[in-house]
T-cell receptor
Framework: NAGVTQTPKFQVLKTGQSMTLQCAQD?????MSWYRQDPGMGLRLIHYSVGAGITDQGEVPNGYNVSRSTTEDFPLRLLSAAPSQTSVYFCASSYSFGGNQPQHFGDGTRLSIL | DAKTTQPTSMDCAEGRAANLPCNHSTISGNEYVYWYRQIHSQGPQYIIHGLKNNETNEMASLIITEDRKSSTLILPHATLRDTAVYYCIADRYGNKLVFGAGTILRVKS
């Protein structure tokens, strides 16, 4: 049981490049989300999904795109990378939206944009 | 969601109980108190949550005051591996979490 798996663990991009951060969970969780964490700060919610085919914006969605075609996967796309998007990105999942279920987090993707 | 206030940092001796306070004076009746921790930039780890009754699990105990305006997370026998940033979050559903700066707990031998 792998839990929440994020790939890659590290990535360096040039300004203007695009890339996809992968997130997969094997716990059959309906709810998945993406956070970013900047140095010395708490996590901020980017996008979330309450089930396959359903996504919505969080606190800081600009510059990011998501889709949820399967229950297991929730990729995060950077359309045109900017230095301000240098951060650590965490994916999380829980059994459902609501119901006060614990969130399970991945180990993060450390992204640097030059 | 209610705002929470935590001390910036705390120290605890190894083997002693670590008591981490959290103020949430504006918490509403249907908001739970959640505790997560983050060890050395790993992904946050769920610890415990509660509504109004005290809760205990294999990791910690959560004590919520009767007026629900504050709570305390208790790690009964802190070890060096408990050194982490601890986040107290008030939320109705536990999904769209709002993380503050948290409390840096340093466990010292």
């Amino acid at each position: 049981n792998a839990g929440v798996t994020q790939t890659p663990k590290f990535q360096v991009l040039k300004t203007g490049q695009s890339m996809t951060l992968q997130c997969a969970q094997d716990m059959n969780h309906e709810y998945m989300s993406w956070y970013r964490q900047d140095p010395g700060m708490g996590l901020r919610l980017i996008h979330y999904s309450v089930g396959a085919g359903i996504t919505d914006q969080g606190e800081v969605p600009n510059g990011y795109n998501v889709s949820r075609s399967t229950t297991e996967d929730f990729p995060l796309r950077l359309l045109s990378a900017a230095p301000s998007q240098t951060s650590v990105y965490f994916c999380a999942s829980s059994y459902s939206f609501g119901g006060n279920q614990p969130q399970h987090f991945g180990d993060g993707t450390r992204l640097s944009i030059l | 969601d209610a705002k929470t206030t935590q001390p910036t940092s705390m120290d605890c001796a190894e083997g002693r109980a670590a008591n981490l306070p959290c103020n949430h004076s504006t918490i509403s009746g249907n908001e739970y108190v959640y505790w997560y921790r983050q060890i050395h930039s790993q992904g946050p780890q769920y610890i415990i949550h509660g509504l109004k009754n005290n809760e205990t699990n294999e990791m910690a105990s959560l004590i919520i005051t009767e007026d629900r305006k504050s709570s305390t997370l208790i790690l009964p026998h802190a070890t060096l591996r408990d050194t982490a940033v601890y986040y107290c979050i008030a939320d109705r559903y536990g999904n769209k979490l709002v993380f503050g700066a948290g409390t840096i707990l340093r466990v010292k031998s």
